[in-house]
């Protein structure tokens, strides 16, 4: 459901703020449904509770998440991913890699410039044989 | 304050907590061997006497000075059914205390909800109870048997004789228990404070003896061919100052040494004291030093120069005894008896340095490995 | 000092074990050298080291198994020297549990019964369905792994508000130890427990600990919230086109720095544009983040010696 890595260095907590929110993105989790509790969920993720307990309540200080006395925490009914954002950020990061990787390579920034220009030709291309 | 069994509050409570079940557990044991030994050796040996007794005096051929002897020393503390008891006392006192040093359990029992004191406090509280109801099974069973053959007993035993021994060994029992805990909190291993409790309990008459000898050769000239009084003066006043402070003598004979009631006075006094010594030693005992020989570097010089020296001094002692007949000092001439006595003191004075050096290099190395 | 009146300063949230100025020496060591150091209540603390730092020394003196030469421990606010109502509240799992070999398991049990007010039997029989204990049921013959979840089972159902495990999961197999966590993440989570860890396992203790605590040398290196260790401190990898004039290993803004071909590693707190200039000024042609790790931290303050704060 949600994967902590206790080796990076985003703190526990943004991870599984990160991934509450991505799972809602995916459409994993929607609105209204039922969230395991803070105990539940830290012995899902094997993670502190006083992380968990915190995380939660970002994400409800951010209206992701309402808690329901005595019915316990849902996925906000009002909740708006913001989807660009979130996907924006991954790309980013994405794309990063990739230049690393081909600097490692020995390619110039021209160099990947080029590489990508060619990617979009060929991407047109296909998208015509695909639309034959 | 002497001591404070819970802080003013009532003793009943030691009695419901875990640490006085851990206790005893153990404890229970030695109360099966102790009045096991009593009844076995003294009671029995009891009963058979009168038995004896009224055998003769059945049979016509009673003799008062047969038995004269028979009861004194079977209610001495040289009997081997009360040296027996006091070395199984001395035991389960020093296991009492000591046997939580193996294994650092003290660690575990230190981290338990309890003070300090209550956990020694219990200690003591199970094993002086146990001594004291074991004495006492056998002690009425003495007086049953006595009241039953009152008649016959009466000239060698009285009621008085048999209340005073009771009271007395009882005292001397409550006084060894105390001593051999106290000095297991200043040993950390177990069973190995109960025997320096052994041997600092026979100390000063050990010592006394081993000083006789001493004196016997300074004075020799002296006591060959003068007098023997001035040195038989000597010899009583060191053995009587050495009987005086050992408590564990005063059950020896009555009235001996001290009078009884100055006895039961010293004997509780230094009981109080013990006791305060005792929970105070247990209060500041560094558990880290678990298994150690001595836990406090005192205690290793102490034991290193008092082992040293008493060894150094039996080793000479011996010598010089061995040399009185080689060289014959009670035979030579006059003449040459200076001489001879010269030599043999050289030689012994050689022997106590020698034996003590020696003493003194193996002890510390055994001290030093005991912390490894 | 009534358990009432102990209770009501540890529901206050205050720093429920706080050491302060702790100074312990051995004839030839010092083992705690003014070691200063405030658990709060809730959170799981992980106190990492070296062997022979000075952790299980500094435990002990906690639980008052020890004495300190100087300084002072206090649990709630009171101090824990002689004091059965502030040890009532701490459960200890040791490193090696040794037992009154002449008890049994049973016995032990009525042991802790007697000697805990709290004790809840029905909460060792719940564990004891996790651990499922031999029901040969003697001390003696159980391992050390047995021992250890006895232990841990006994120290459990004494409701203790603070838990203090001394290397818990060394000799345990990796199911026993996934147990484990669990367990005592729902303690924190059921019950509010405090739990105090030492432990060589770095990687356990950084998925479920709050702060952390570094001791080297019978002293406490470092000690913060793992959040806050990894929000200041960073780990950069940085590539020059040729060597840099200046050396890198020993700028001052660099806690530790390591060096493979031409590529350098460093950790800092001080990762900000006038260093990346200062960089780039020395022909720095690359650099990136990477995550670090409480593995880094701590060869970090061990190898240099000196703090990391």
Same mark, same amino acid.
């Given at each position: 459901m949600i994967n902590i890595d206790s080796r990076s260095s985003t703190p526990i907590y943004q991870q599984i703020i990160d991934g509450m929110k991505e799972n809602i993105l995916k459409g994993i989790l929607k609105p209204g449904d039922k969230l395991p509790s803070v105990r539940e969920l830290s012995a899902l993720i094997t993670a502190n509770p006083n992380t968990v307990s915190r995380a939660y309540m970002e994400l409800e200080r951010q209206n992701v998440i309402e808690t329901i006395r005595g019915r316990g925490t849902y996925v906000s009914a009002l909740c708006q991913p913001r989807m660009e954002e979130e996907r924006m950020n991954a790309l980013k990061d994405n794309l990063k890699k990739i230049i690393i990787e081909a600097h490692y390579l020995g390619l110039s920034k021209e160099d990947i410039i080029n590489l990508m220009e060619s990617s979009y030709d060929f991407d047109e291309g296909k998208e015509n044989d695909d639309k034959r | 304050m002497l001591y404070s069994k819970g802080n003013g509050g009532d003793v009943m409570k030691y009695f419901i907590k875990g640490i006085f079940y851990k206790e005893f557990k153990m404890a229970k044991w030695f109360f099966f061997i102790l009045t096991g030994e009593l009844l076995y050796l003294f009671n029995l040996s009891f009963m058979n006497n009168i038995q004896f007794i009224k055998d003769a005096v059945k049979k016509g051929n009673f003799n008062y000075d047969n038995y004269a002897y028979t009861f004194e020393t079977l209610f001495s503390n040289t009997d081997s059914s009360k040296l027996l008891f006091i070395i199984s006392i001395i035991l389960f006192a020093s296991i009492m205390v000591g046997n939580d040093f193996v294994n650092k359990k003290y660690e575990l029992i230190a981290a338990l909800p309890y003070k300090r004191e209550e956990i020694i406090i219990t200690k003591y509280i199970i094993t002086v109870i146990i001594t004291v109801i074991s004495f006492t099974i056998s002690f009425i069973a003495v007086l049953i048997a006595y009241k039953n053959n009152e008649t016959l007993l009466s000239c060698y035993l009285s009621y008085g004789f048999l209340y005073k021994f009771y009271s007395v060994n009882l005292l001397i029992y409550i006084f060894i228990i105390t001593f051999t805990m106290l000095i297991q909190t200043l040993c950390g291993k177990n069973i190995l404070g109960g025997i320096f409790a052994g041997i600092f309990l026979i100390l000063p008459i050990g010592l006394s003896y081993l000083l006789e000898e001493v004196f016997r050769m300074v004075f020799f000239i002296k006591m060959r061919f003068g007098n023997y009084d001035?040195?038989?003066?000597?010899?009583?006043?060191?053995? &009587?100052?050495?009987?005086?402070? &050992?408590?564990?003598?005063?059950?020896?004979?009555?009235?001996?040494?001290?009078? !009884?009631?100055?006895?039961? $006075?010293?004997? $509780?006094?230094?009981?109080?004291?013990?006791?305060?010594?005792?929970?105070?030693s247990f209060k500041i005992l560094p558990f880290e030093r678990c298994g150690y020989i001595s836990i406090y570097r005192l205690g290793d010089i102490i034991l290193k120069i008092g082992i040293s020296f008493c060894t150094g001094l039996l080793a000479a002692d011996i010598l010089a005894a061995n040399l009185t007949n080689v060289f014959g000092l009670y035979e030579i001439d006059k003449t040459l008896v200076q001489q001879y006595v010269n030599y043999t003191i050289f030689y012994s004075a050689l022997c106590f340095i020698g034996v003590g050096i020696l003493t003194y290099f193996i002890t510390n190395k055994i001290i030093k490995l005991s912390k490894s | 000092?009534?358990?009432?009146?102990?209770?009501?300063?540890?529901?206050?949230? *205050?720093?429920?074990?706080?050491?302060?100025?702790?100074?312990?020496?051995?004839?030839?060591?010092?083992?705690?050298? &003014?070691?200063?150091?405030?658990? #709060? #209540?809730? &959170? =799981?603390?992980?106190?990492?080291?070296?062997?022979?730092?000075?952790?299980?020394?500094?435990?002990?003196?906690?639980?008052? =198994?020890?004495?300190?030469?100087?300084?002072?421990?206090?649990?709630?606010?009171?101090?824990?020297?002689?004091?059965?109502?502030?040890?009532?509240?701490?459960? !200890?799992?040791?490193?090696?549990?040794? !037992?009154?070999?002449? @008890?049994? $398991? *049973?016995?032990?049990?009525?042991?802790?019964?007697?000697?805990?007010?709290? @004790? *809840?039997?029905?909460? @060792?029989?719940?564990?004891?369905?996790? @651990?499922?204990?031999?029901? *040969?049921?003697? =001390?003696g013959r159980l391992s050390k792994g047995m021992k250890m979840r006895l232990s841990l089972m006994l120290n459990l159902s004494i409701r203790p508000k603070i838990l203090i495990m001394d290397e818990p999961t060394s000799g345990l197999d990796p199911i026993a130890r996934k147990n484990l966590i669990r367990i005592l993440l729902d303690e924190v989570a059921e019950r509010k427990t405090t739990i105090f860890i030492s432990s060589h396992n770095l990687g356990e203790l950084e998925r479920i600990c709050d702060t952390v605590a570094i001791m080297n040398e019978g002293e406490i290196k470092y000690r913060d919230s793992l959040e806050n260790m990894k929000t200041s401190m960073k780990k950069v990898q940085i590539a020059f086109k040729e060597e840099p004039k200046i050396k890198i290993e020993e700028m001052k803004e660099f806690r530790s720095v390591e060096k493979i071909g031409r590529v350098y590693t460093v950790l800092t707190k001080e990762f900000n544009q006038q260093l990346i200039s200062k960089l780039e000024k020395e022909g720095m042609v690359f650099y990136q983040e990477i995550n670090l790790t409480l593995e880094d931290i701590f060869m970090c303050c061990i190898q240099k010696g000196t703090g990391v704060m």
């Amino acid at each position: 459901m949600i994967n902590i890595d206790s080796r990076s260095s985003t703190p526990i907590y943004q991870q599984i703020i990160d991934g509450m929110k991505e799972n809602i993105l995916k459409g994993i989790l929607k609105p209204g449904d039922k969230l395991p509790s803070v105990r539940e969920l830290s012995a899902l993720i094997t993670a502190n509770p006083n992380t968990v307990s915190r995380a939660y309540m970002e994400l409800e200080r951010q209206n992701v998440i309402e808690t329901i006395r005595g019915r316990g925490t849902y996925v906000s009914a009002l909740c708006q991913p913001r989807m660009e954002e979130e996907r924006m950020n991954a790309l980013k990061d994405n794309l990063k890699k990739i230049i690393i990787e081909a600097h490692y390579l020995g390619l110039s920034k021209e160099d990947i410039i080029n590489l990508m220009e060619s990617s979009y030709d060929f991407d047109e291309g296909k998208e015509n044989d695909d639309k034959r | 304050m002497l001591y404070s069994k819970g802080n003013g509050g009532d003793v009943m409570k030691y009695f419901i907590k875990g640490i006085f079940y851990k206790e005893f557990k153990m404890a229970k044991w030695f109360f099966f061997i102790l009045t096991g030994e009593l009844l076995y050796l003294f009671n029995l040996s009891f009963m058979n006497n009168i038995q004896f007794i009224k055998d003769a005096v059945k049979k016509g051929n009673f003799n008062y000075d047969n038995y004269a002897y028979t009861f004194e020393t079977l209610f001495s503390n040289t009997d081997s059914s009360k040296l027996l008891f006091i070395i199984s006392i001395i035991l389960f006192a020093s296991i009492m205390v000591g046997n939580d040093f193996v294994n650092k359990k003290y660690e575990l029992i230190a981290a338990l909800p309890y003070k300090r004191e209550e956990i020694i406090i219990t200690k003591y509280i199970i094993t002086v109870i146990i001594t004291v109801i074991s004495f006492t099974i056998s002690f009425i069973a003495v007086l049953i048997a006595y009241k039953n053959n009152e008649t016959l007993l009466s000239c060698y035993l009285s009621y008085g004789f048999l209340y005073k021994f009771y009271s007395v060994n009882l005292l001397i029992y409550i006084f060894i228990i105390t001593f051999t805990m106290l000095i297991q909190t200043l040993c950390g291993k177990n069973i190995l404070g109960g025997i320096f409790a052994g041997i600092f309990l026979i100390l000063p008459i050990g010592l006394s003896y081993l000083l006789e000898e001493v004196f016997r050769m300074v004075f020799f000239i002296k006591m060959r061919f003068g007098n023997y009084d001035f040195l038989t003066s000597i010899y009583n006043k060191i053995e &009587s100052i050495a009987y005086y402070i &050992s408590p564990i003598t005063y059950g020896t004979d009555y009235e001996k040494s001290l009078n !009884y009631g100055a006895k039961i $006075i010293i004997l $509780i006094a230094v009981i109080a004291l013990l006791i305060y010594l005792m929970i105070i030693s247990f209060k500041i005992l560094p558990f880290e030093r678990c298994g150690y020989i001595s836990i406090y570097r005192l205690g290793d010089i102490i034991l290193k120069i008092g082992i040293s020296f008493c060894t150094g001094l039996l080793a000479a002692d011996i010598l010089a005894a061995n040399l009185t007949n080689v060289f014959g000092l009670y035979e030579i001439d006059k003449t040459l008896v200076q001489q001879y006595v010269n030599y043999t003191i050289f030689y012994s004075a050689l022997c106590f340095i020698g034996v003590g050096i020696l003493t003194y290099f193996i002890t510390n190395k055994i001290i030093k490995l005991s912390k490894s | 000092m009534t358990l009432m009146k102990v209770k009501k300063m540890m529901i206050r949230g *205050d720093n429920l074990i706080s050491v302060i100025n702790a100074n312990k020496s051995y004839p030839y060591k010092k083992a705690l050298s &003014s070691v200063n150091l405030e658990v #709060e #209540e809730g &959170s =799981i603390f992980g106190l990492i080291g070296p062997n022979g730092a000075g952790k299980t020394t500094l435990i002990k003196c906690i639980l008052d =198994i020890y004495k300190l030469d100087s300084g002072d421990i206090k649990i709630g606010g009171e101090n824990i020297r002689n004091n059965p109502e502030a040890k009532a509240q701490i459960g !200890y799992v040791a490193d090696e549990n040794k !037992y009154f070999t002449t @008890f049994n $398991i *049973d016995e032990m049990i009525k042991l802790y019964k007697m000697t805990y007010k709290n @004790f *809840d039997m029905d909460r @060792f029989n719940e564990l004891n369905r996790i @651990f499922k204990l031999p029901d *040969d049921r003697s =001390i003696g013959r159980l391992s050390k792994g047995m021992k250890m979840r006895l232990s841990l089972m006994l120290n459990l159902s004494i409701r203790p508000k603070i838990l203090i495990m001394d290397e818990p999961t060394s000799g345990l197999d990796p199911i026993a130890r996934k147990n484990l966590i669990r367990i005592l993440l729902d303690e924190v989570a059921e019950r509010k427990t405090t739990i105090f860890i030492s432990s060589h396992n770095l990687g356990e203790l950084e998925r479920i600990c709050d702060t952390v605590a570094i001791m080297n040398e019978g002293e406490i290196k470092y000690r913060d919230s793992l959040e806050n260790m990894k929000t200041s401190m960073k780990k950069v990898q940085i590539a020059f086109k040729e060597e840099p004039k200046i050396k890198i290993e020993e700028m001052k803004e660099f806690r530790s720095v390591e060096k493979i071909g031409r590529v350098y590693t460093v950790l800092t707190k001080e990762f900000n544009q006038q260093l990346i200039s200062k960089l780039e000024k020395e022909g720095m042609v690359f650099y990136q983040e990477i995550n670090l790790t409480l593995e880094d931290i701590f060869m970090c303050c061990i190898q240099k010696g000196t703090g990391v704060m």
